[in-house]
């Protein structure tokens, strides 16, 4: 992974900040929580062996984590939210069809 937990956090934070416009009481509150999530993230990465199990483990980790942001967001936060999360998942499996292109270096 490229960046420490906490500049991970900080990161996901200002974009939630930007798309949900989010108040400081809840930037608050989701910037601790991506922190904390980003810092298991971090964990399960460095001490796994096995890409598949580290995987999964990551996939229930996410789906907490977007139950806990979902619990701080008001009705139209979480329609902006879930939208994104769906182009994020869209444009994730166009690049997994996608066919590898070499380096050209």
Known sequence: MSKDPAERAKMQTKKMTEHLKLSEKQQSQIAEIN?????????IHDGS???EAAKEE?????????????????????????????KRRQQMQQKKQEPAVPDSK
Not at 35 to 43: D, H, I, S, T
Not at 59 to 81: H, M, P, S
């Open 49 to 51: 062996e096995d890409r």
């Open 35 to 43: 922190l904390r999530y980003a810092k298991e993230v971090q964990v």
């Open 58 to 86: 990551i996939k229930k980790l996410k789906k907490r984590q977007d139950g806990e942001i979902i619990a701080v967001l008001d009705e139209k936060q979480i329609a902006i939210y879930e939208e994104h999360k769906l």
